[in-house]
């Protein structure tokens, strides 16, 4: 029996399918661990595979794959260096599990399988894994660990099970994504795990960004009274190590990182900030060109791209039109400025003009309207997707959560491009966080310091300037009001009767649930962008496109 144990937790940005790539950043970790002294390195959930693999797991040669490659980092282990704990696929009598295995000298000496597959949300484990049994505890080096993976802690059984068949130390390896609040809510439910069993608990979470999904680190630790025994950082990759004894009441933490988190401002900019970096950067793009009309959105997007990526790998373009103002095109070039990017203007005039001469024989009879609104987005998005083919870059689209909502945005046009870091952003939480930007300058940030988007982008009415003296108002309610509203319909699924009663007007949230049921076609061809909330466009909220429900007041019920 052993009274101590140092215990290397490895938050790390797997890449999913990169298996060779995966083992290495393992074997690049386990030396960094046993240079620290440790015993085990702690890797996190389907590690191998990268998380989450999604339908690679029905492919029998991608888990064999995984398979492969955990026995090789297993063989590796003989030299008596610290022992693994890493997350793969497992196949084992014509299952497939999600699991862990403990790597020691020289074998895979345990297996645990996941339990409890998520299947909600971003979620889909039911389909491509089968639940693994009750586990016991795993013996290693005279300790008796208990292995939950990620969802297994979301509930009570598996951890009371691990507790009754003697487990000493809870180890949790997590492919847990973020979204806003989503700290308070694993501390939370790690403090009812710990307060249940009395043992402490060791929480390594994921790093990275994958397609929409967004994952922070901020891997922490427990002691057994519930209170706080590490914390490492958010969005920072890190091999930690933690000490640990055992005393007459158990084992405790004795050494380990105690960092503080950021607020909830600067870990949503973190994340799109981390996002849209992890995918240019896994998908093997040069860099990002976006166009940057003078707006917030776009000011915005240019802002985190070039936090993400640096100012030589982000391609801004002015597309004027003839109802672009001066100070849209004074507030363009300034932010563009102000952020040190290639900044081009490429009038798209002759090109609109083209397209409304080769259909005057069509239209010549009808007054204009959106559709020559229309034209005007979709030049502008033919122009930008016509850079990205000849130079290489990604195309960046600027959308906002309240626009994607209601529709306020143009197909083949401004929705063209192959991500958007504000998908799932409010219009009003955009102000807000530009204001937050041009105050701060966080962590792992590439771009400057002081004030990147100009004052007068914040202050001015929003519009999309596709007519004369046009403001977004004049067709949508403002943005503290339509975003309560979307809020209320998206995130928490409320009734017409209940959004009514918190003060807002009957006719205008009636209209506002249409519009959101009928852009649901737009959303469906829309761009990835990353996952801030809890109920973002795709994963979490899946609407049917032909539907012609619509909610009714009770009055109108009993009519």
């Known amino acids: 029996m052993i009274n ?25 970790a386990r030396a960094e661990a046993a240079g620290q002294g440790a015993d085990l390195l702690v890797l996190t959930e389907l590690f191998i595979a990268g998380y989450t693999p999604e339908d690679l797991v029905l492919k029998p040669s991608f888990v064999e794959a995984c398979q492969d490659a955990v026995r090789e980092l297993a063989a ?20 497939t599990y999600s699991a862990v295995c403990l790597l020691e000298e020289g074998k895979v000496s345990a ?29 290693f080096r005279g300790i008796r660990l208990g292995v939950p993976i990620c969802e297994d802690i979301w509930d009570d059984e598996v951890v009371e099970c691990l507790e009754e068949t003697g487990a000493e130390i809870l180890i949790v390896p997590n492919g847990s994504p973020w979204w806003k609040h989503k700290h308070e809510l ?9 307060t249940e069993s009395r043992l402490p608990l060791i929480y390594v979470n994921q790093l990275g960004g994958q397609d929409e999904l967004i994952f922070d680190g901020a891997s922490f630790g427990l002691q057994s009274d519930s209170s706080l025994a590490f914390q490492m950082p958010a969005y920072v990759e890190a091999v930690s190590l933690t000490r640990w004894s055992r005393g007459s009441d158990g084992w405790r933490c004795t050494e380990g990182p105690m960092e503080t988190l950021e607020d909830n401002d600067a870990l949503i ?66 932010c563009a400025e102000a952020l040190g990017v290639r ?35 979709r030049a502008r998005g033919t122009v930008l997707m016509a850079i990205s083919n000849k130079f290489g870059p990604m195309v960046v689209t600027t959308g906002n959560k309240s626009e994607m909502s209601v529709g306020y945005s143009t197909l083949y046009g ?42 007068t982008i914040l202050t001015k009415a929003p519009t999309a300037e596709l007519k004369p003296g046009q403001t977004d108002q004049d067709s949508l309610p403002p943005y503290d009001v339509l975003d309560d509203i979307l809020s209320c319909l998206v995130e928490d699924e409320m009734s017409v009767a209940e959004i009514v009663a918190r003060g807002h007007d009957l006719a205008t949230v009636k209209r506002i649930e249409n519009m959101l049921y009928v852009a649901e076609y ?17 994963r979490d909220r899946r609407y049917p496109i032909v539907n012609k429900y619509r909610d009714a007041m009770p009055a109108e019920q009993d009519s």
């Open 76 to 95: 590796d282990t003989a030299d008596g260096g610290p022992a693994v704990l890493i997350g793969t696929p497992w196949h084992e009598d014509m299952s």
């Open 522 to 538: 737009k959303r469906r061809q829309a761009p990835p962008g990353i996952k801030i909330t809890r109920r973002n466009f795709g």
């Open 269 to 334: 900019w973190l994340a799109c900030v981390q996002g849209l970096r992890d995918y240019v950067g896994k998908t093997g793009f040069p860099g990002v060109v976006l166009g940057l009309s003078g707006g917030i959105d776009s000011a915005i997007c240019a802002a985190i791209a070039v936090d993400a990526l640096g100012p030589d790998r982000v391609h801004c373009v002015m597309l004027p039109y003839r109802y672009t103002s001066n100070a849209s095109l004074a507030d363009a070039s300034a």
């Open 186 to 194: 694993r501390l939370n439910i790690a403090v009812q795990r710990v």
């Open 414 to 455: 401004d929705m063209n491009g192959g991500f958007n870091p504000i998908k799932d952003l409010y219009k009003t939480e955009v102000y807000r966080l530009a204001a937050w930007r041009n105050a701060n300058r966080p962590k792992g940030c590439i771009g400057p310091d002081g004030i990147v988007i100009p004052e």
């Open 111 to 139: 297996i645990r399988y996941k339990v409890d597959l998520p299947n909600y949300g971003p979620f889909d484990e039911k389909r491509v894994f089968t639940a693994g049994p009750l586990p016991g505890p795993i013996s």
């Open 4 to 28: 101590e144990i140092a215990i290397a937790c490895a938050q790390l940005n797997p890449i999913v399918g990169d298996v060779a790539g995966n083992l290495a950043m393992a074997r690049k």
């Open 343 to 377: 900044y081009d203007t490429v009038p798209i005039g002759e090109a609109v003009d083209g397209f409304e001469h080769s259909l005057k024989p069509l239209f010549d009879s009808m007054p204009a309207d959106t559709t020559e609104e229309n034209l005007q987005s």
